[in-house]
């Protein structure tokens, strides 16, 4: 079988799941091809063909990112499907820092506006790239939430063979996996949004740190920085992704989202790969650091903020 994955990832997690759900499906000896949903030029070209579809995406302010909707309006308007009457299987996954949220139905719904079918999901814990993350890695906070769930790598392995499973079965009769939300998402997403503009208030540059370089303007998947006569301008300071890209990139830790974000350290690759391999020597059962007192003692961190 075929499959075709589109993702985006902010600084890494999801870009390594994706790669690692690839690496898995082709040792079953599938056919994989991924796209990041930023080569917009690329996304133009692909035909869908008779491909099983995957989507992946961390998890923002409880949702998914809205980078996203971008990609629907290529499928529904540029997109080939395929000319007979079969549905085109799907399949999502998420990664997230201390709460899943639940947020694959909000995404699933707009997929299937698409006429797609969703065969398998599955949301994977990851290490944070918020302000925990620029703490020092002795520092409690940082314990708390900079890890992979236990043997994630086992965990990539099971899901990758479940969505064969299912992609078997679909093909030989069509189905669709039941999702829903909870009545108290609405006030959950208002809240949220209320807390991370509370907490990242604003796009800010440190000109006397910042040596021009234009990293942050070539990584940024909204184009929210500009590189104009050896100087960079931000095009909007309030209202940006907050995939926090710039802020981890950033050579001279000259980018900020408010005093909060100030720490020493950023979530670099050198530091999620090696999060990734001790993930995948830790048992199942071995305790996780983000416990529920951890995550309650975030909540009242969060309303004081």
């Given at each position: 079988m075929?499959y ?7 600084t890494?997690?999801?870009k ?14 599938q ?7 930023e080569a917009y ?5 692909i ?5 099983i579809?995957?989507f992946?995406?961390?998890v ?15 499928l529904?308007?540029t ?5 007979n ?12 820092c201390?709460f ?8 699933a719904n707009?997929i299937?506006?698409?006429g797609?079918?969703?065969i ?7 290490p ?7 703490k ?5 906070e940082?314990h ?11 965990s ?8 064969i499973n299912?992609?078997q079965?679909f ?9 829903k939300g ?16 509370a907490?990242y208030?604003?796009?800010e540059i ?13 990584n940024?998947p ?8 050896g ?7 309030l209202?940006?992704?907050?995939c926090?890209r710039c802020?981890h ?9 408010g ?14 790969n ?32």
């Open positions: 075929k075709l994955i589109f993702y985006f990832s902010g890494g997690n999801t390594l799941k994706t790669s690692e759900i690839k690496k898995e499906l082709e040792n079953l000896n056919s994989v091809e991924i796209v990041s949903i030029g690329k996304l133009e070209e035909n869908l063909g008779d491909n579809l995957g992946g995406f961390p923002y302010k409880f949702s998914y990112p809205r980078i996203y909707h971008s990609l629907f309006g290529i529904k308007d997109l080939s499907f395929p000319k009457d079969r549905s085109i299987p799907y399949f999502l996954y998420n990664t997230y201390r899943s949220a639940n947020r694959l139905y909000l995404i707009e299937d506006k698409l797609l079918k969703l398998a999901s599955r949301e994977f814990k990851c944070s790239n918020g302000i925990a993350s620029l020092e890695s002795e520092n409690s940082y708390n939430v900079m890890y992979f769930e236990n043997r994630i790598d086992l990539i392995k099971k899901f990758s063979k479940r969505i299912k992609a079965l093909l030989k009769k069509e189905f669709s996996l039941p999702y909870i009545i108290t998402d609405s006030l959950k997403l208002y809240f949220v949004d209320k807390i991370e503009k907490k208030p604003r796009l440190n000109n006397e740190k910042c040596v021009k370089c234009g990293v942050c303007a070539k940024c909204e184009e929210n920085f500009i590189l104009n006569k100087k960079i301008e931000i095009k909007n300071e209202d940006c992704l907050h926090l802020l990139f950033c050579p001279e830790y000259a980018v900020s989202f005093e909060l974000t100030f720490g020493p350290q950023r979530y670099t690759k050198k530091i999620r090696e999060l990734f391999l001790e993930a995948s020597k830790t048992p199942f059962d071995a305790a996780e650091p983000g416990s529920k007192k951890v995550r309650r003692k975030w909540a009242l961190n969060n309303i004081r903020y």
